[in-house]
């Protein structure tokens, strides 16, 4: 069999890769590898949605303190959540005990859905708040409003408090990669999503896995500061 021409060859690939048959097919897979989109940091989108059911809670968290005693972890709207027992995060200035109370926003004059307390020994510290722990489910499209106060376990004083707004929603479709894989790669696809508490969530495992790294701090670090937490943001980059 006679074999074909150098000239031939060439004609074969120009016209094979004209028809876009042959190539070099590792662009994919190399964007797929991309060290820069692989370390870029969570982008929040914000959901589309209106303003918190109880405006005097969102009220107390508009302005930024450059040096909170306790803040739970979360922008000024209801965040959300596909989780129906969440872990959120609270930033805690002194050791002490925190209690939590998991309250309906639309009729905070009933019972709390939960309690509990949880005992800080070493601060500042950011301290993971769990709903499971607290044995606490959210039902899907019901704002609950988390409020947290720190006392003095000697006098029962107030010394902080703050509270924040969660809703759990039906996943977004598309979202099903955002259940697996790495912490901080879940991190990116929960905050383009708009599920805050998703996001940071995620983010706090990838710390727990390299407390040592600056990496999974300066991800959640630009959550904060996406949530106008500017001086926690810091405090989280400078604790390794």
Known sequence: MQRPSAAGIAAILALCAGLGLC?????????????????????????????????AAAATRSGIDPSPRLKVLAPSHTGLTVAAQP????????????????????????????????EVQSA?????????????????????????????????????TDSAMIERVSEPAGLSAAQTGAPLARARLFAKAGLWFDALG???????????SAGPRGHRAALLEQAGLPAIAEFDRKSR
């Not at 662009?27 to 060290?35: G, L, V």
């Not at 209690?99 to 009729?107: E, L, T």
């Not at 959210?138 to 006098?155: F, Q």
């Open 202 to 212: 995620a983010g706090g495992e990838a710390v727990n896995a390299a407390p040592a």
């Open 124 to 160: 500042p510290a950011i301290v993971p708040l769990s709903l499971l722990g607290l044995n606490a489910t959210l039902r899907p499209g019901v704002e609950y409003e988390v409020i947290v106060s720190m006392y003095d376990t000697r006098s029962g004083a107030v010394r902080g």
């Open 23 to 55: 190539g070099p097919p590792a662009r994919a897979q190399d964007a797929k590898s991309d060290p820069a989109a692989a370390d870029a940091a969570p982008v929040y989108v914000p959901p589309k949605r209106g303003g918190p059911a109880n405006v």
């Open 87 to 118: 872990t959120l995060y609270m930033y805690v200035a002194e050791p002490g005990a925190v209690r939590v109370r998991v309250m309906r926003a639309a009729s905070l004059s009933d019972p709390p859905v939960a309690t509990g307390r949880v």
